[in-house]
């Protein structure tokens, strides 16, 4: 069942789930970051309406900066600023910032440890009709590599502001992952947001435990719920925190279902599926599967389409835990 205490959407499995793009709730916190902080800044790069900064753009002109098209240099920019004492947040589509800018954003941000909010926008292939070259697959794993930064990635609108919200009282360079589509809303005002995995479906005696990040933590959900109609417990645990792991309870949730599988919209190697064998085969050796990217880049197309095709779904997932316990 939903955990009663993380007061989440109650209306999750039904039809008319309320459904709002992720990216809203980072457009949101900026214009409440704008009006409580006049250190906090904006850049982009010719994506205003696409990243949602429009709005802090039109209500705090004087702090926002269009550069254009010049990624790296937007970052290179942001770094100044945060060295000079400013909070910028620099937003593009994940594709160009972090994966055009690594080497600007590992030297002038990471290495110095700025100040910097990279948002990156567009992520997975929930991007859809844009295709491969626009959709990031592979972003986790680029800033995952780079040492000292946090990385947050929010499984709703609810949870993008939170994190937007939480990434300025940072002092250290931060990443922020965001899908384009609408997506079910999972959460409330009053859910928790911190740096822990939290168990979303919650159960006496699972027989598997899956790691969830981002919007496919509702498939996930979806899967729980045909699980135990099915007569098999699991629970569901959201990892919004990518980067500094929860590694105390990502073993204790292993330790108690004795199964895991891994849920993300990303390459399975150097993301979320990477990061929980990772801490696994270094502390708590468990039978694993891994639902995301198998190596391979997806194609246009539409956002439900592809994440059947590519088995991303409930179906996939569904069948990644009953293949995982008779392993266990």
């Known amino acids: 069942m939903l955990n009663p205490d993380l007061k989440l959407n109650q209306k999750i499995f039904e039809e008319d789930v309320e459904e709002k793009a992720i990216r809203d709730g980072f457009g949101e916190a900026l214009v409440e970051l704008g009006k409580e902080n006049p250190n ?5 790069g010719d994506l205003s309406e696409s990243t949602r900064v429009e709005e802090f753009a039109n209500k705090f002109p004087e702090r926002f900066f269009e ?3 010049a990624e790296q240099n937007m970052v290179a920019i942001a770094a100044g600023l945060a060295i000079s004492g400013k909070i910028p947040f620099a937003a593009s589509y994940a594709v160009f910032s972090p994966g055009k800018n690594l080497e600007t954003i590992r030297t002038t941000i990471a290495y110095n440890q700025a100040n910097v909010k990279i948002a990156g926008h567009h992520t997975g292939i929930l991007t859809g009709a844009d295709g491969a070259t626009h959709q990031a697959t592979e972003d ?3 800033m995952r590599a780079l040492p000292g930064i946090t990385i947050f990635s929010p499984c709703d609108a609810f949870e993008a502001k939170k994190a937007t919200l939480e990434s300025a009282k940072i002092n250290g360079p931060v990443y922020l992952r965001f899908s384009r589509e609408k997506t079910p809303i999972i959460t409330t005002n009053e859910t928790p947001f911190n740096a822990n995995v939290h168990t979303f479906w919650v159960t006496k005696n699972p027989k598997a435990v899956i790691f969830a990040t981002g919007y ?3 498939y996930a959900l979806l899967a729980a719920k045909a699980l135990e109609e099915a007569g098999v417990e699991v629970s569901v645990a959201n990892v919004s925190t990518i980067k500094p792991a929860d590694e105390d309870t990502v073993i204790k949730l292993a330790e ?3 199964a895991v599988v891994t849920v993300e919209d990303h390459q399975i190697t150097g993301g979320l ?3 929980v064998a990772e801490i696994l085969a270094k502390k708590h050796p468990t039978p694993i599967e891994f639902v995301g990217l198998k190596d391979t880049f997806a ?3 539409k956002p439900k389409e592809l994440i059947t095709k590519y088995r991303l779904d ?5 069948d990644a835990v009953k293949k995982v316990i008779l392993r266990s």
């Open 40 to 44: 906090v800044v904006v850049l982009t």
């Open 67 to 69: 550069v254009g098209v």
């Open 140 to 142: 986790i794993a680029i």
């Open 216 to 218: 496919l933590l509702y």
């Open 256 to 258: 108690d279902a004795k």
């Open 273 to 275: 599926g990477g990061l």
């Open 299 to 301: 194609e246009s197309g």
């Open 314 to 318: 409930e179906k996939a997932i569904y």
